[in-house]
């Protein structure tokens, strides 16, 4: 389930802003990377002593939780994308 829920909100956040940010893409995308990067490292520092203290079966039970919770959020961008790129400046229009 992490698996795919973490596939699945990478590639519809890079598809969305490559739909979304046609002219400016790379600088986009180069945002979302850094994030992510940004996330991992985070991850590894956290990861390690959540797992000594926690044990590994709590330790996993938070980071499905955290996974679950992610779920909606290419549904999400399905469903606002459109009202979202509207208040962007950088955005490009539908014709």
């Not at 699945?8 to 940010?21: K, L, P, Q, T």
């Not at 945002?31 to 996993?60: C, D, S, W």
């Not at 996974?67 to 539908?94: D, N, T």
Request: charged fraction near 15%.
């Amino acid at each position: 389930m992490i698996g795919a829920d973490i596939i699945s909100i990478f590639v519809s956040a890079y598809m969305y802003m490559i739909d979304a940010y046609e002219v400016n893409e790379t600088s986009v995308l180069t945002i979302v990377a850094l994030v992510r990067y940004l996330a991992t490292g985070g991850m590894t520092v956290v990861g390690v002593p959540m797992y000594q203290n926690f044990g590994p079966h709590y330790a996993l039970t938070i980071l499905a939780c955290i996974s679950a919770a992610a779920v909606p959020i290419p549904w999400a961008l399905f469903k606002w994308g459109p009202r979202i790129r509207e208040k962007s400046k950088y955005a490009i229009r539908p014709q």
